[in-house]
Each structure stands twice: as structure tokens, then as C-alpha cells.
């Protein structure tokens, strides 16, 4: 199996990014922003941005790659024996074409019915389409497990790069750390650190955070946990494929193996404190994109529902949508609502958490009523003939509670997004800085067409990358927002990265996780605080109004009545609360 060497981690550390064009692979150019469409308008860009303004973005980017990393070989040998033996979908493992359901072999008869013939045809079409993606998955998994299969015995390195908002990514596409359960239980850091005092807990704690089993327990009782299945936590570890494969019913069953492995090594050592782990920990923000809409407005409540206050117990917003959601109901049941009490039992958590996490990256409606429908087919005793009515009324109520609760919210969103769409409707694309200092361009336009006519027929090419188009106004207003917060949530991490490396500490993140040793994760927990406070002291809002009014409101088109329009829309910036950041620094479960 050949790759090319970009698509393949390093065997020697990355080069320092140094400037848009020098950084990362020694011999493959590499693009310090990765972007098909737009790549020339990010590119001018960069070019025109004062050199100092970007090191900080340079920087936290050589840190990333500058982490060595080594493949956990006693995972790698299991995963390998189960894709060996037709792989297990259950687990991650994703099994050959040749296991693909087959479609029925009857003989259509001669007087056959245009509906059979129909059904036959769709389960052909069916089969066809699982076979190819099973066929996909299991070319994925190839590439990945020859890479660390050919790794095994070597330290590698991953050099990074970000997209057109400042999120980081690994350079190797196959094998890295942002991949699913299985990928990242292949990887540990190359690097250990004795646990010391408090580490054998935080790999404790993780372990139970990847079970999913007390996601709204708090730390000690966590850990309390943990300590009562050591003896299946030590089964895990000691006969993973023919104990009581209690690693196996985990969220996250792979590095759940990994880490119970990892804990059987360490208290059966001498002494666990001076055991040297290689194991990355974990943290994970509180639905960070609604951390940061609740810093920005400085709002109390929507700050105490994801864990920007001091708690004993972990907030969960999901559960907290839907209870308010439920006061919606029972108040229309009561007024006779039918599909009101028809939904009588079926509001929970679950039905609504994806549409909550979505709607601060910008979802629709329409597009939250498609998530709400599918869970609501995932419930067998729900009365399907009610799924699309119920869909329809549960996203609106869902929408009704997030203004009830993050009321400055929907008022930050809704100011980026009016300012956004007269931005477009003038001519123009959405520009920005981040905190950290990256210039930052929508790459949103219309489409332009080609059309070549022959004789029999014509061919029409379509590019969504000519930035001689005009703005696409409905993808320009509808992505700031989300852009926007994305930009700060990847200049959070970015500061993170650059204040852990200078206390001597691993890490790296994938966006809003951050990774280090089990060893640091407390010192991690304190600059990761010190940096989200640090960042939201700014006045993030007011200096984004102050770049977009002298971007498109100054000059010869300042008095055209739509330009008058806009700069008193960028001026109206929302207004802000109460709420203490300083608060954020005693909060267990901000980050947790």
C-alpha cells in the first residue's frame, strides 16, 4: 500500500510555521489554511496581515505538531484479530463487502405487478447502497490500521493546519487523533509522566466519562464508581475478548479497553504514583459553542446552565431544554392542544440534544425538525402518524425554551446574522480578525456556470469558488454566527496550547477537548479557565463592530442609504448582563 508523504504522520518533528508558506512537511508544501473554495482570497489574506499578528496562530500550531506520539500496541493486536476474522460494526470494526445483505433471489413470475417489481427494485438499490458504504468504512479502516501497523515500532509526529476559522486539524488524513473511538485508542503520547499524587484518579475519572454512565454525577462520586467495577475494569484488561467484556457496553468501548488497560498497569505497580503513563486524559467543554454566546453576553443564566458557575454537580442543558419544553407542553395539553398530549411521556433528553447543540452553529428550523423526526422513529411506541406534527411543534417549542433560557443568545445571533445578510446584499463577503489575530473571509458565493453545447447534448460545470461571483446572501448570513463562535472557540484553544507549553506540559486538543497527561490534567484545568476569562475580558463584540463599521461603512459608499443601514445595524451591538467571569475559574465542571 503506497501514500503520498503529506498523507502520512512524520518520523521526525514538524518544521515551525513560520510564515503561510513555511511550516510543517519538510518537502511537501503544505497550506497553512486549508480551503478549496475561497483558497486565493484566504491566501491574499494571510499574505497582507502584518507577520507579527499572526505568530501567535504560528505558534500554537507548531505546538500541536510538536507532540510525539507512539501506537498502543496491545489494542492494535485485538483490532487487528477482529478485522482479520470479518471485523464486529458493533465495536468499530467495520466488516468486508462480502457480508453486505444480499437482495432476494425469487424469480420474478411473468404476470408480476408493477409494485413487486418496484419493491424488488428498491431492495436491489438498498443492498447496492450498503454495500458500498460498508465497502468505504472498510477501505478507511484498512488505511488506518496499516499505517499504525507499520508505525508500531516508531515515535511519529502530526503536523497541523487550520481551516478558513482558525480550528486546527492534523495534516495525515488516515491516522490521527481526530478519528473515531478505534483511532484514538491506537494512539498515546510517545512521552510519559509519572502519575503522581492525583493521576491514577483522573484516569479513573476518564474511564467513567467514556462509559457515558454518570455524565451528571460529580467527580467523586465518579471516581467512587470506578473503584466499585475495579474487578471488571481488571477483567477488561486482563481477558478483553473472553472475560466479561464489560469495556465493550461502553460509549466509547475502544478507549474505554485502552484506558481500563492503562489502570490495571498502574495499580499493580510498585507504586502507582511513580508509574510513568503515556495515556492522553481528556476534557471536554460543556457544549462550548453556548460557553462562549454566554460569556460574550455576559448572561447568568444561560452561564449556570453550561457550567460557567461553580456547581456541585455537572449542568446538563439538554436535560434542562427539555424539562422547560415539557412546561410547554403540559401548559398547552391543558388548553387542548391535541398534539400536545399525544407527546404526553416522549420530551427527552434525547429527543431534543442534537437540535440544542446545533442550533448555536446555526440550524434551522427545518433542519432541527428533521433531527427531532428521527428520534421521534427511533421511539416504537410512539404513534408514528403523529411524527411530522409533533416534529413541527416540538422544534418550535424547542427554539421558544433557548430564548427563554439564553435570551442574549439568540440576541447575539440574530445581531450577527442581520449584519451579515446587508453585508452580502451590499456586494461584499464577511470579513473578520480573531482575538488571536487571524484574518478570517466567508468563502461564500454563487455558483458560476459554464455551459458547453454539442450536437446531441450540452454539459454545464458548475464552481463554487469563483470569488468573482457575488456573495451567496442566505450561506453568508446563515454561516457567521457559527463561523464567528468557531473562531473563538479555536482562539481558546489556541491560547491553551501556547500557556500549557510554556509550563512544560503535552498538549493537544480536537477543538473542544483538550488532551494532556493524567499527571497535568489539573494544571491544564486552571489554564484552560485562565485563558477563557483572559479572551472574554476583551470587548469581543464592540471590536468586531468597530473592524466591521471600518470595513464597509467608510470611504465614498458611506452616505448610500443601504451602507447608512448597515453601519446602524453594526453599531446596535447587543447589550450585556451581569454575569462575573471570574466565575469560571472555580467551575469543577466548565471544562470536565
Not at 500550531?61 to 510538536?66: C, K, P, S, V
Not at 445578510?421 to 480573531?434: D, N, Q, Y
Request: with cysteine.
Amino acid at each position: 500500500m503506497t501514500f503520498e508523504a503529506a498523507e502520512v504522520p512524520m518520523l521526525c518533528p514538524p518544521l515551525p510555521w513560520t510564515s503561510p508558506h513555511s511550516g510543517a512537511f519538510l518537502l511537501s508544501p503544505t497550506k497553512l489554511m486549508r480551503s478549496l473554495e475561497g483558497t486565493i482570497q484566504h491566501q491574499r489574506l494571510l499574505e497582507g496581515c502584518p507577520p507579527a499578528e499572526l505568530h501567535g496562530a504560528l505558534d500554537a500550531l507548531t505546538q500541536l505538531g510538536n507532540c510525539a506520539w507512539r501506537v498502543n500496541g496491545r489494542v492494535l493486536d485485538l483490532v487487528l484479530t477482529i478485522f482479520n476474522a470479518k471485523g464486529c460494526p458493533r465495536l468499530g470494526v467495520p466488516s468486508p463487502a462480502s457480508e453486505a445483505p444480499r437482495p432476494s433471489k425469487q424469480r420474478l413470475p411473468a404476470n408480476a405487478s408493477p409494485e413487486l417489481k418496484t419493491e424488488l427494485r428498491r431492495e436491489l438499490a438498498r443492498c447496492l447502497k450498503v454495500a458500498r458504504e460498508m465497502h468505504s468504512l472498510r477501505t478507511d479502516a484498512l488505511y488506518r490500521l496499516s499505517l499504525a501497523h507499520h508505525l508500531r515500532h516508531h515515535v511519529f509526529w502530526l503536523p497541523h493546519n487550520m481551516d478558513f476559522r482558525g480550528r486546527t486539524y492534523p495534516c495525515p488524513p488516515h491516522f490521527n487523533h481526530l478519528g473515531s473511538d478505534l483511532a484514538r485508542a491506537l494512539l498515546e503520547f510517545a512521552e510519559g509522566r509519572p502519575l503522581g499524587p492525583h493521576g491514577l484518579n483522573w484516569l479513573k475519572i476518564h474511564l467513567v466519562n467514556l462509559t457515558g454512565l454518570k455524565k451528571r454525577e460529580s467527580l467523586q462520586a465518579r471516581l467512587a464508581f470506578a473503584d466499585e467495577i475495579m474487578n471488571d475494569i481488571l477483567d477488561s484488561a486482563d481477558q478483553p475478548m473472553t472475560g466479561r467484556r464489560w469495556w465493550a457496553e461502553a460509549d466509547e468501548p475502544w478507549q474505554a479497553l485502552a484506558c481500563c488497560m492503562e489502570i490495571a498497569r498502574a495499580v499493580r505497580a510498585p507504586s502507582p504514583a511513580a508509574y510513568v503513563s503515556h495515556f492522553p486524559v481528556h476534557q471536554d467543554g460543556s457544549c462550548n459553542g453556548l460557553q462562549h454566546y454566554a460569556a460574550l453576553g455576559r448572561d447568568s443564566v444561560g452561564a449556570a446552565s453550561v457550567n460557567l458557575m461553580p456547581s456541585d454537580v455537572p449542568q446538563d442543558v439538554y436535560s434542562s431544554v427539555a424539562a422547560q419544553v415539557e412546561v410547554f407542553r403540559r401548559q398547552d395539553a391543558e388548553r387542548g392542544v391535541q398534539v400536545a398530549k399525544v407527546l404526553e411521556g416522549f420530551i427527552s433528553r434525547k429527543v431534543v440534544k442534537q437540535t440544542v447543540m446545533t442550533v448555536v452553529y446555526g440550524v434551522t428550523r427545518y433542519g432541527g425538525r428533521l433531527q427531532i423526526e428521527k428520534r421521534l422513529r427511533e421511539l416504537s411506541d410512539f404513534p408514528q402518524e403523529f411524527v411530522w406534527q409533533a416534529s413541527h411543534y416540538l422544534v418550535r417549542q424547542v427554539f421558544n425554551s433557548l430564548q427563554e433560557m439564553f435570551s442574549s443568545t439568540r440576541a447575539i445571533q440574530r445581531w450577527l446574522t442581520e449584519s451579515a445578510r446587508l453585508i452580502a446584499r451590499s456586494g461584499l463577503a464577511v470579513e473578520w480578525i480573531t482575538p488571536l489575530g487571524i484574518p478570517i473571509i466567508q468563502p461564500y458565493h454563487h455558483d458560476s456556470k459554464v455551459s458547453i453545447g454539442g450536437g446531441i447534448q450540452s454539459l454545464t460545470f458548475c464552481s463554487s469558488g469563483d470569488t468573482s461571483q457575488k456573495p451567496n446572501t442566505l450561506k453568508q448570513k446563515n454561516g457567521f454566527p457559527p463561523n464567528f463562535i468557531h473562531s473563538l472557540d479555536s482562539s481558546h484553544m489556541m491560547l491553551t496550547a501556547l500557556h500549557c507549553y510554556r509550563k512544560g506540559l503535552t498538549f493537544v486538543s480536537v477543538h473542544d477537548c483538550f488532551w494532556t497527561h493524567a499527571a497535568d490534567v489539573a494544571i491544564m484545568n486552571q489554564v484552560c479557565r485562565e485563558q477563557f476569562i483572559r479572551l472574554h475580558s476583551q470587548p469581543i463584540l464592540h471590536d468586531l463592530s468597530t473592524f466591521l463599521v471600518e470595513r464597509y461603512c467608510s470611504g465614498p459608499r458611506s452616505t448610500n442609504a443601504q451602507v447608512v443601514k448597515l453601519q446602524e445595524m453594526l453599531l446596535s451591538v447587543p447589550k450585556t448582563g451581569t454575569f462575573d467571569l471570574d466565575q469560571v475559574k472555580h467551575s469543577t465542571y466548565f471544562f470536565s
